[in-house]
């Protein structure tokens, strides 16, 4: 999907997954594919959290600086006004229409009726879950199953996530099945959020 609509969500994905899992050996590396990272900023939101439960100082630092360095790049190349109008679309109302191909818990709320501040309130909570989901396998599991909470996690708590970004949460079910077979209920599980970005085609609106 995210090839017949042009868009760059496996690319992104290269990135995110690449800088958790070279943090610790390659610093500066990683540091840069996250400040690349930045140009899709709604992936990114866990990155942090999970380098710094890991310790990933160096890596963390390195990311910072890259991601002043390409701001400051991008403001000589083209204009700091550029940069007004990027904070002045953030309070554009995109985020308030219901998009029928946006899977997040803010439209998954609005697509039940929910209004403004349930919305809110229902992505704050995936963002708090997410949050303390990736601290607690960054801190108890390998780097690469903490890496592959990570992808989930940042899928679940992104306030904009398409039908298109769900390579994230498909190379996540990839990289923990190698630990063997699932209990049933959690292949279930796995079959449904592989599945979910078919539902929304089917419901809400084209707005």
């Known amino acids: 999907i995210s090839f017949l609509v042009l868009q760059i969500g496996p ?45 990933d100082w160096r890596a963390f630092a390195a990311a910072a600086a890259a991601s002043i360095g ?9 204009g700091v006004d550029a940069w007004r109008q990027f904070l002045a679309a953030l309070s554009s109302p995109h985020a308030s229409l219901i ?16 209004g403004d501040s349930l919305r809110l309130a229902a992505q704050t909570i995936a963002i708090v879950v997410a949050a303390g989901a990736v601290y607690f396998a960054a801190k108890r599991c390998s780097r690469a199953d903490a890496a592959a909470v990570t992808l989930l996690a ?10 298109y970004d769900f390579v994230f949460v498909s190379a996540a079910f990839m990289a923990l099945s190698r630990r063997g077979p699932w209990p049933l209920a959690v292949q279930a599980a796995a079959a449904f959020a ?14």
């Open 11 to 55: 690319f992104m994905l290269l990135l995110l997954l690449g800088a958790l899992l070279l943090a610790d050996r390659r610093p500066l590396l990683a540091g840069v594919l996250l400040a690349v990272l930045t140009i899709k900023p709604q992936y990114g939101l866990m990155a942090p959290l999970f380098l710094a439960a890991r310790g």
């Open 194 to 207: 592989l599945f979910a970005p078919l539902i929304p085609l089917g419901v809400g609106t084209s707005e």
């Open 154 to 163: 940042s899928a679940v708590a992104a306030p904009s996530f398409w039908v």
């Open 99 to 114: 998009h029928r191909d946006m899977v997040t818990a803010a439209q998954a709320a609005a697509k039940l009726g929910a």
């Open 70 to 78: 390409l701001m400051a790049l991008s403001a000589a190349a083209f």
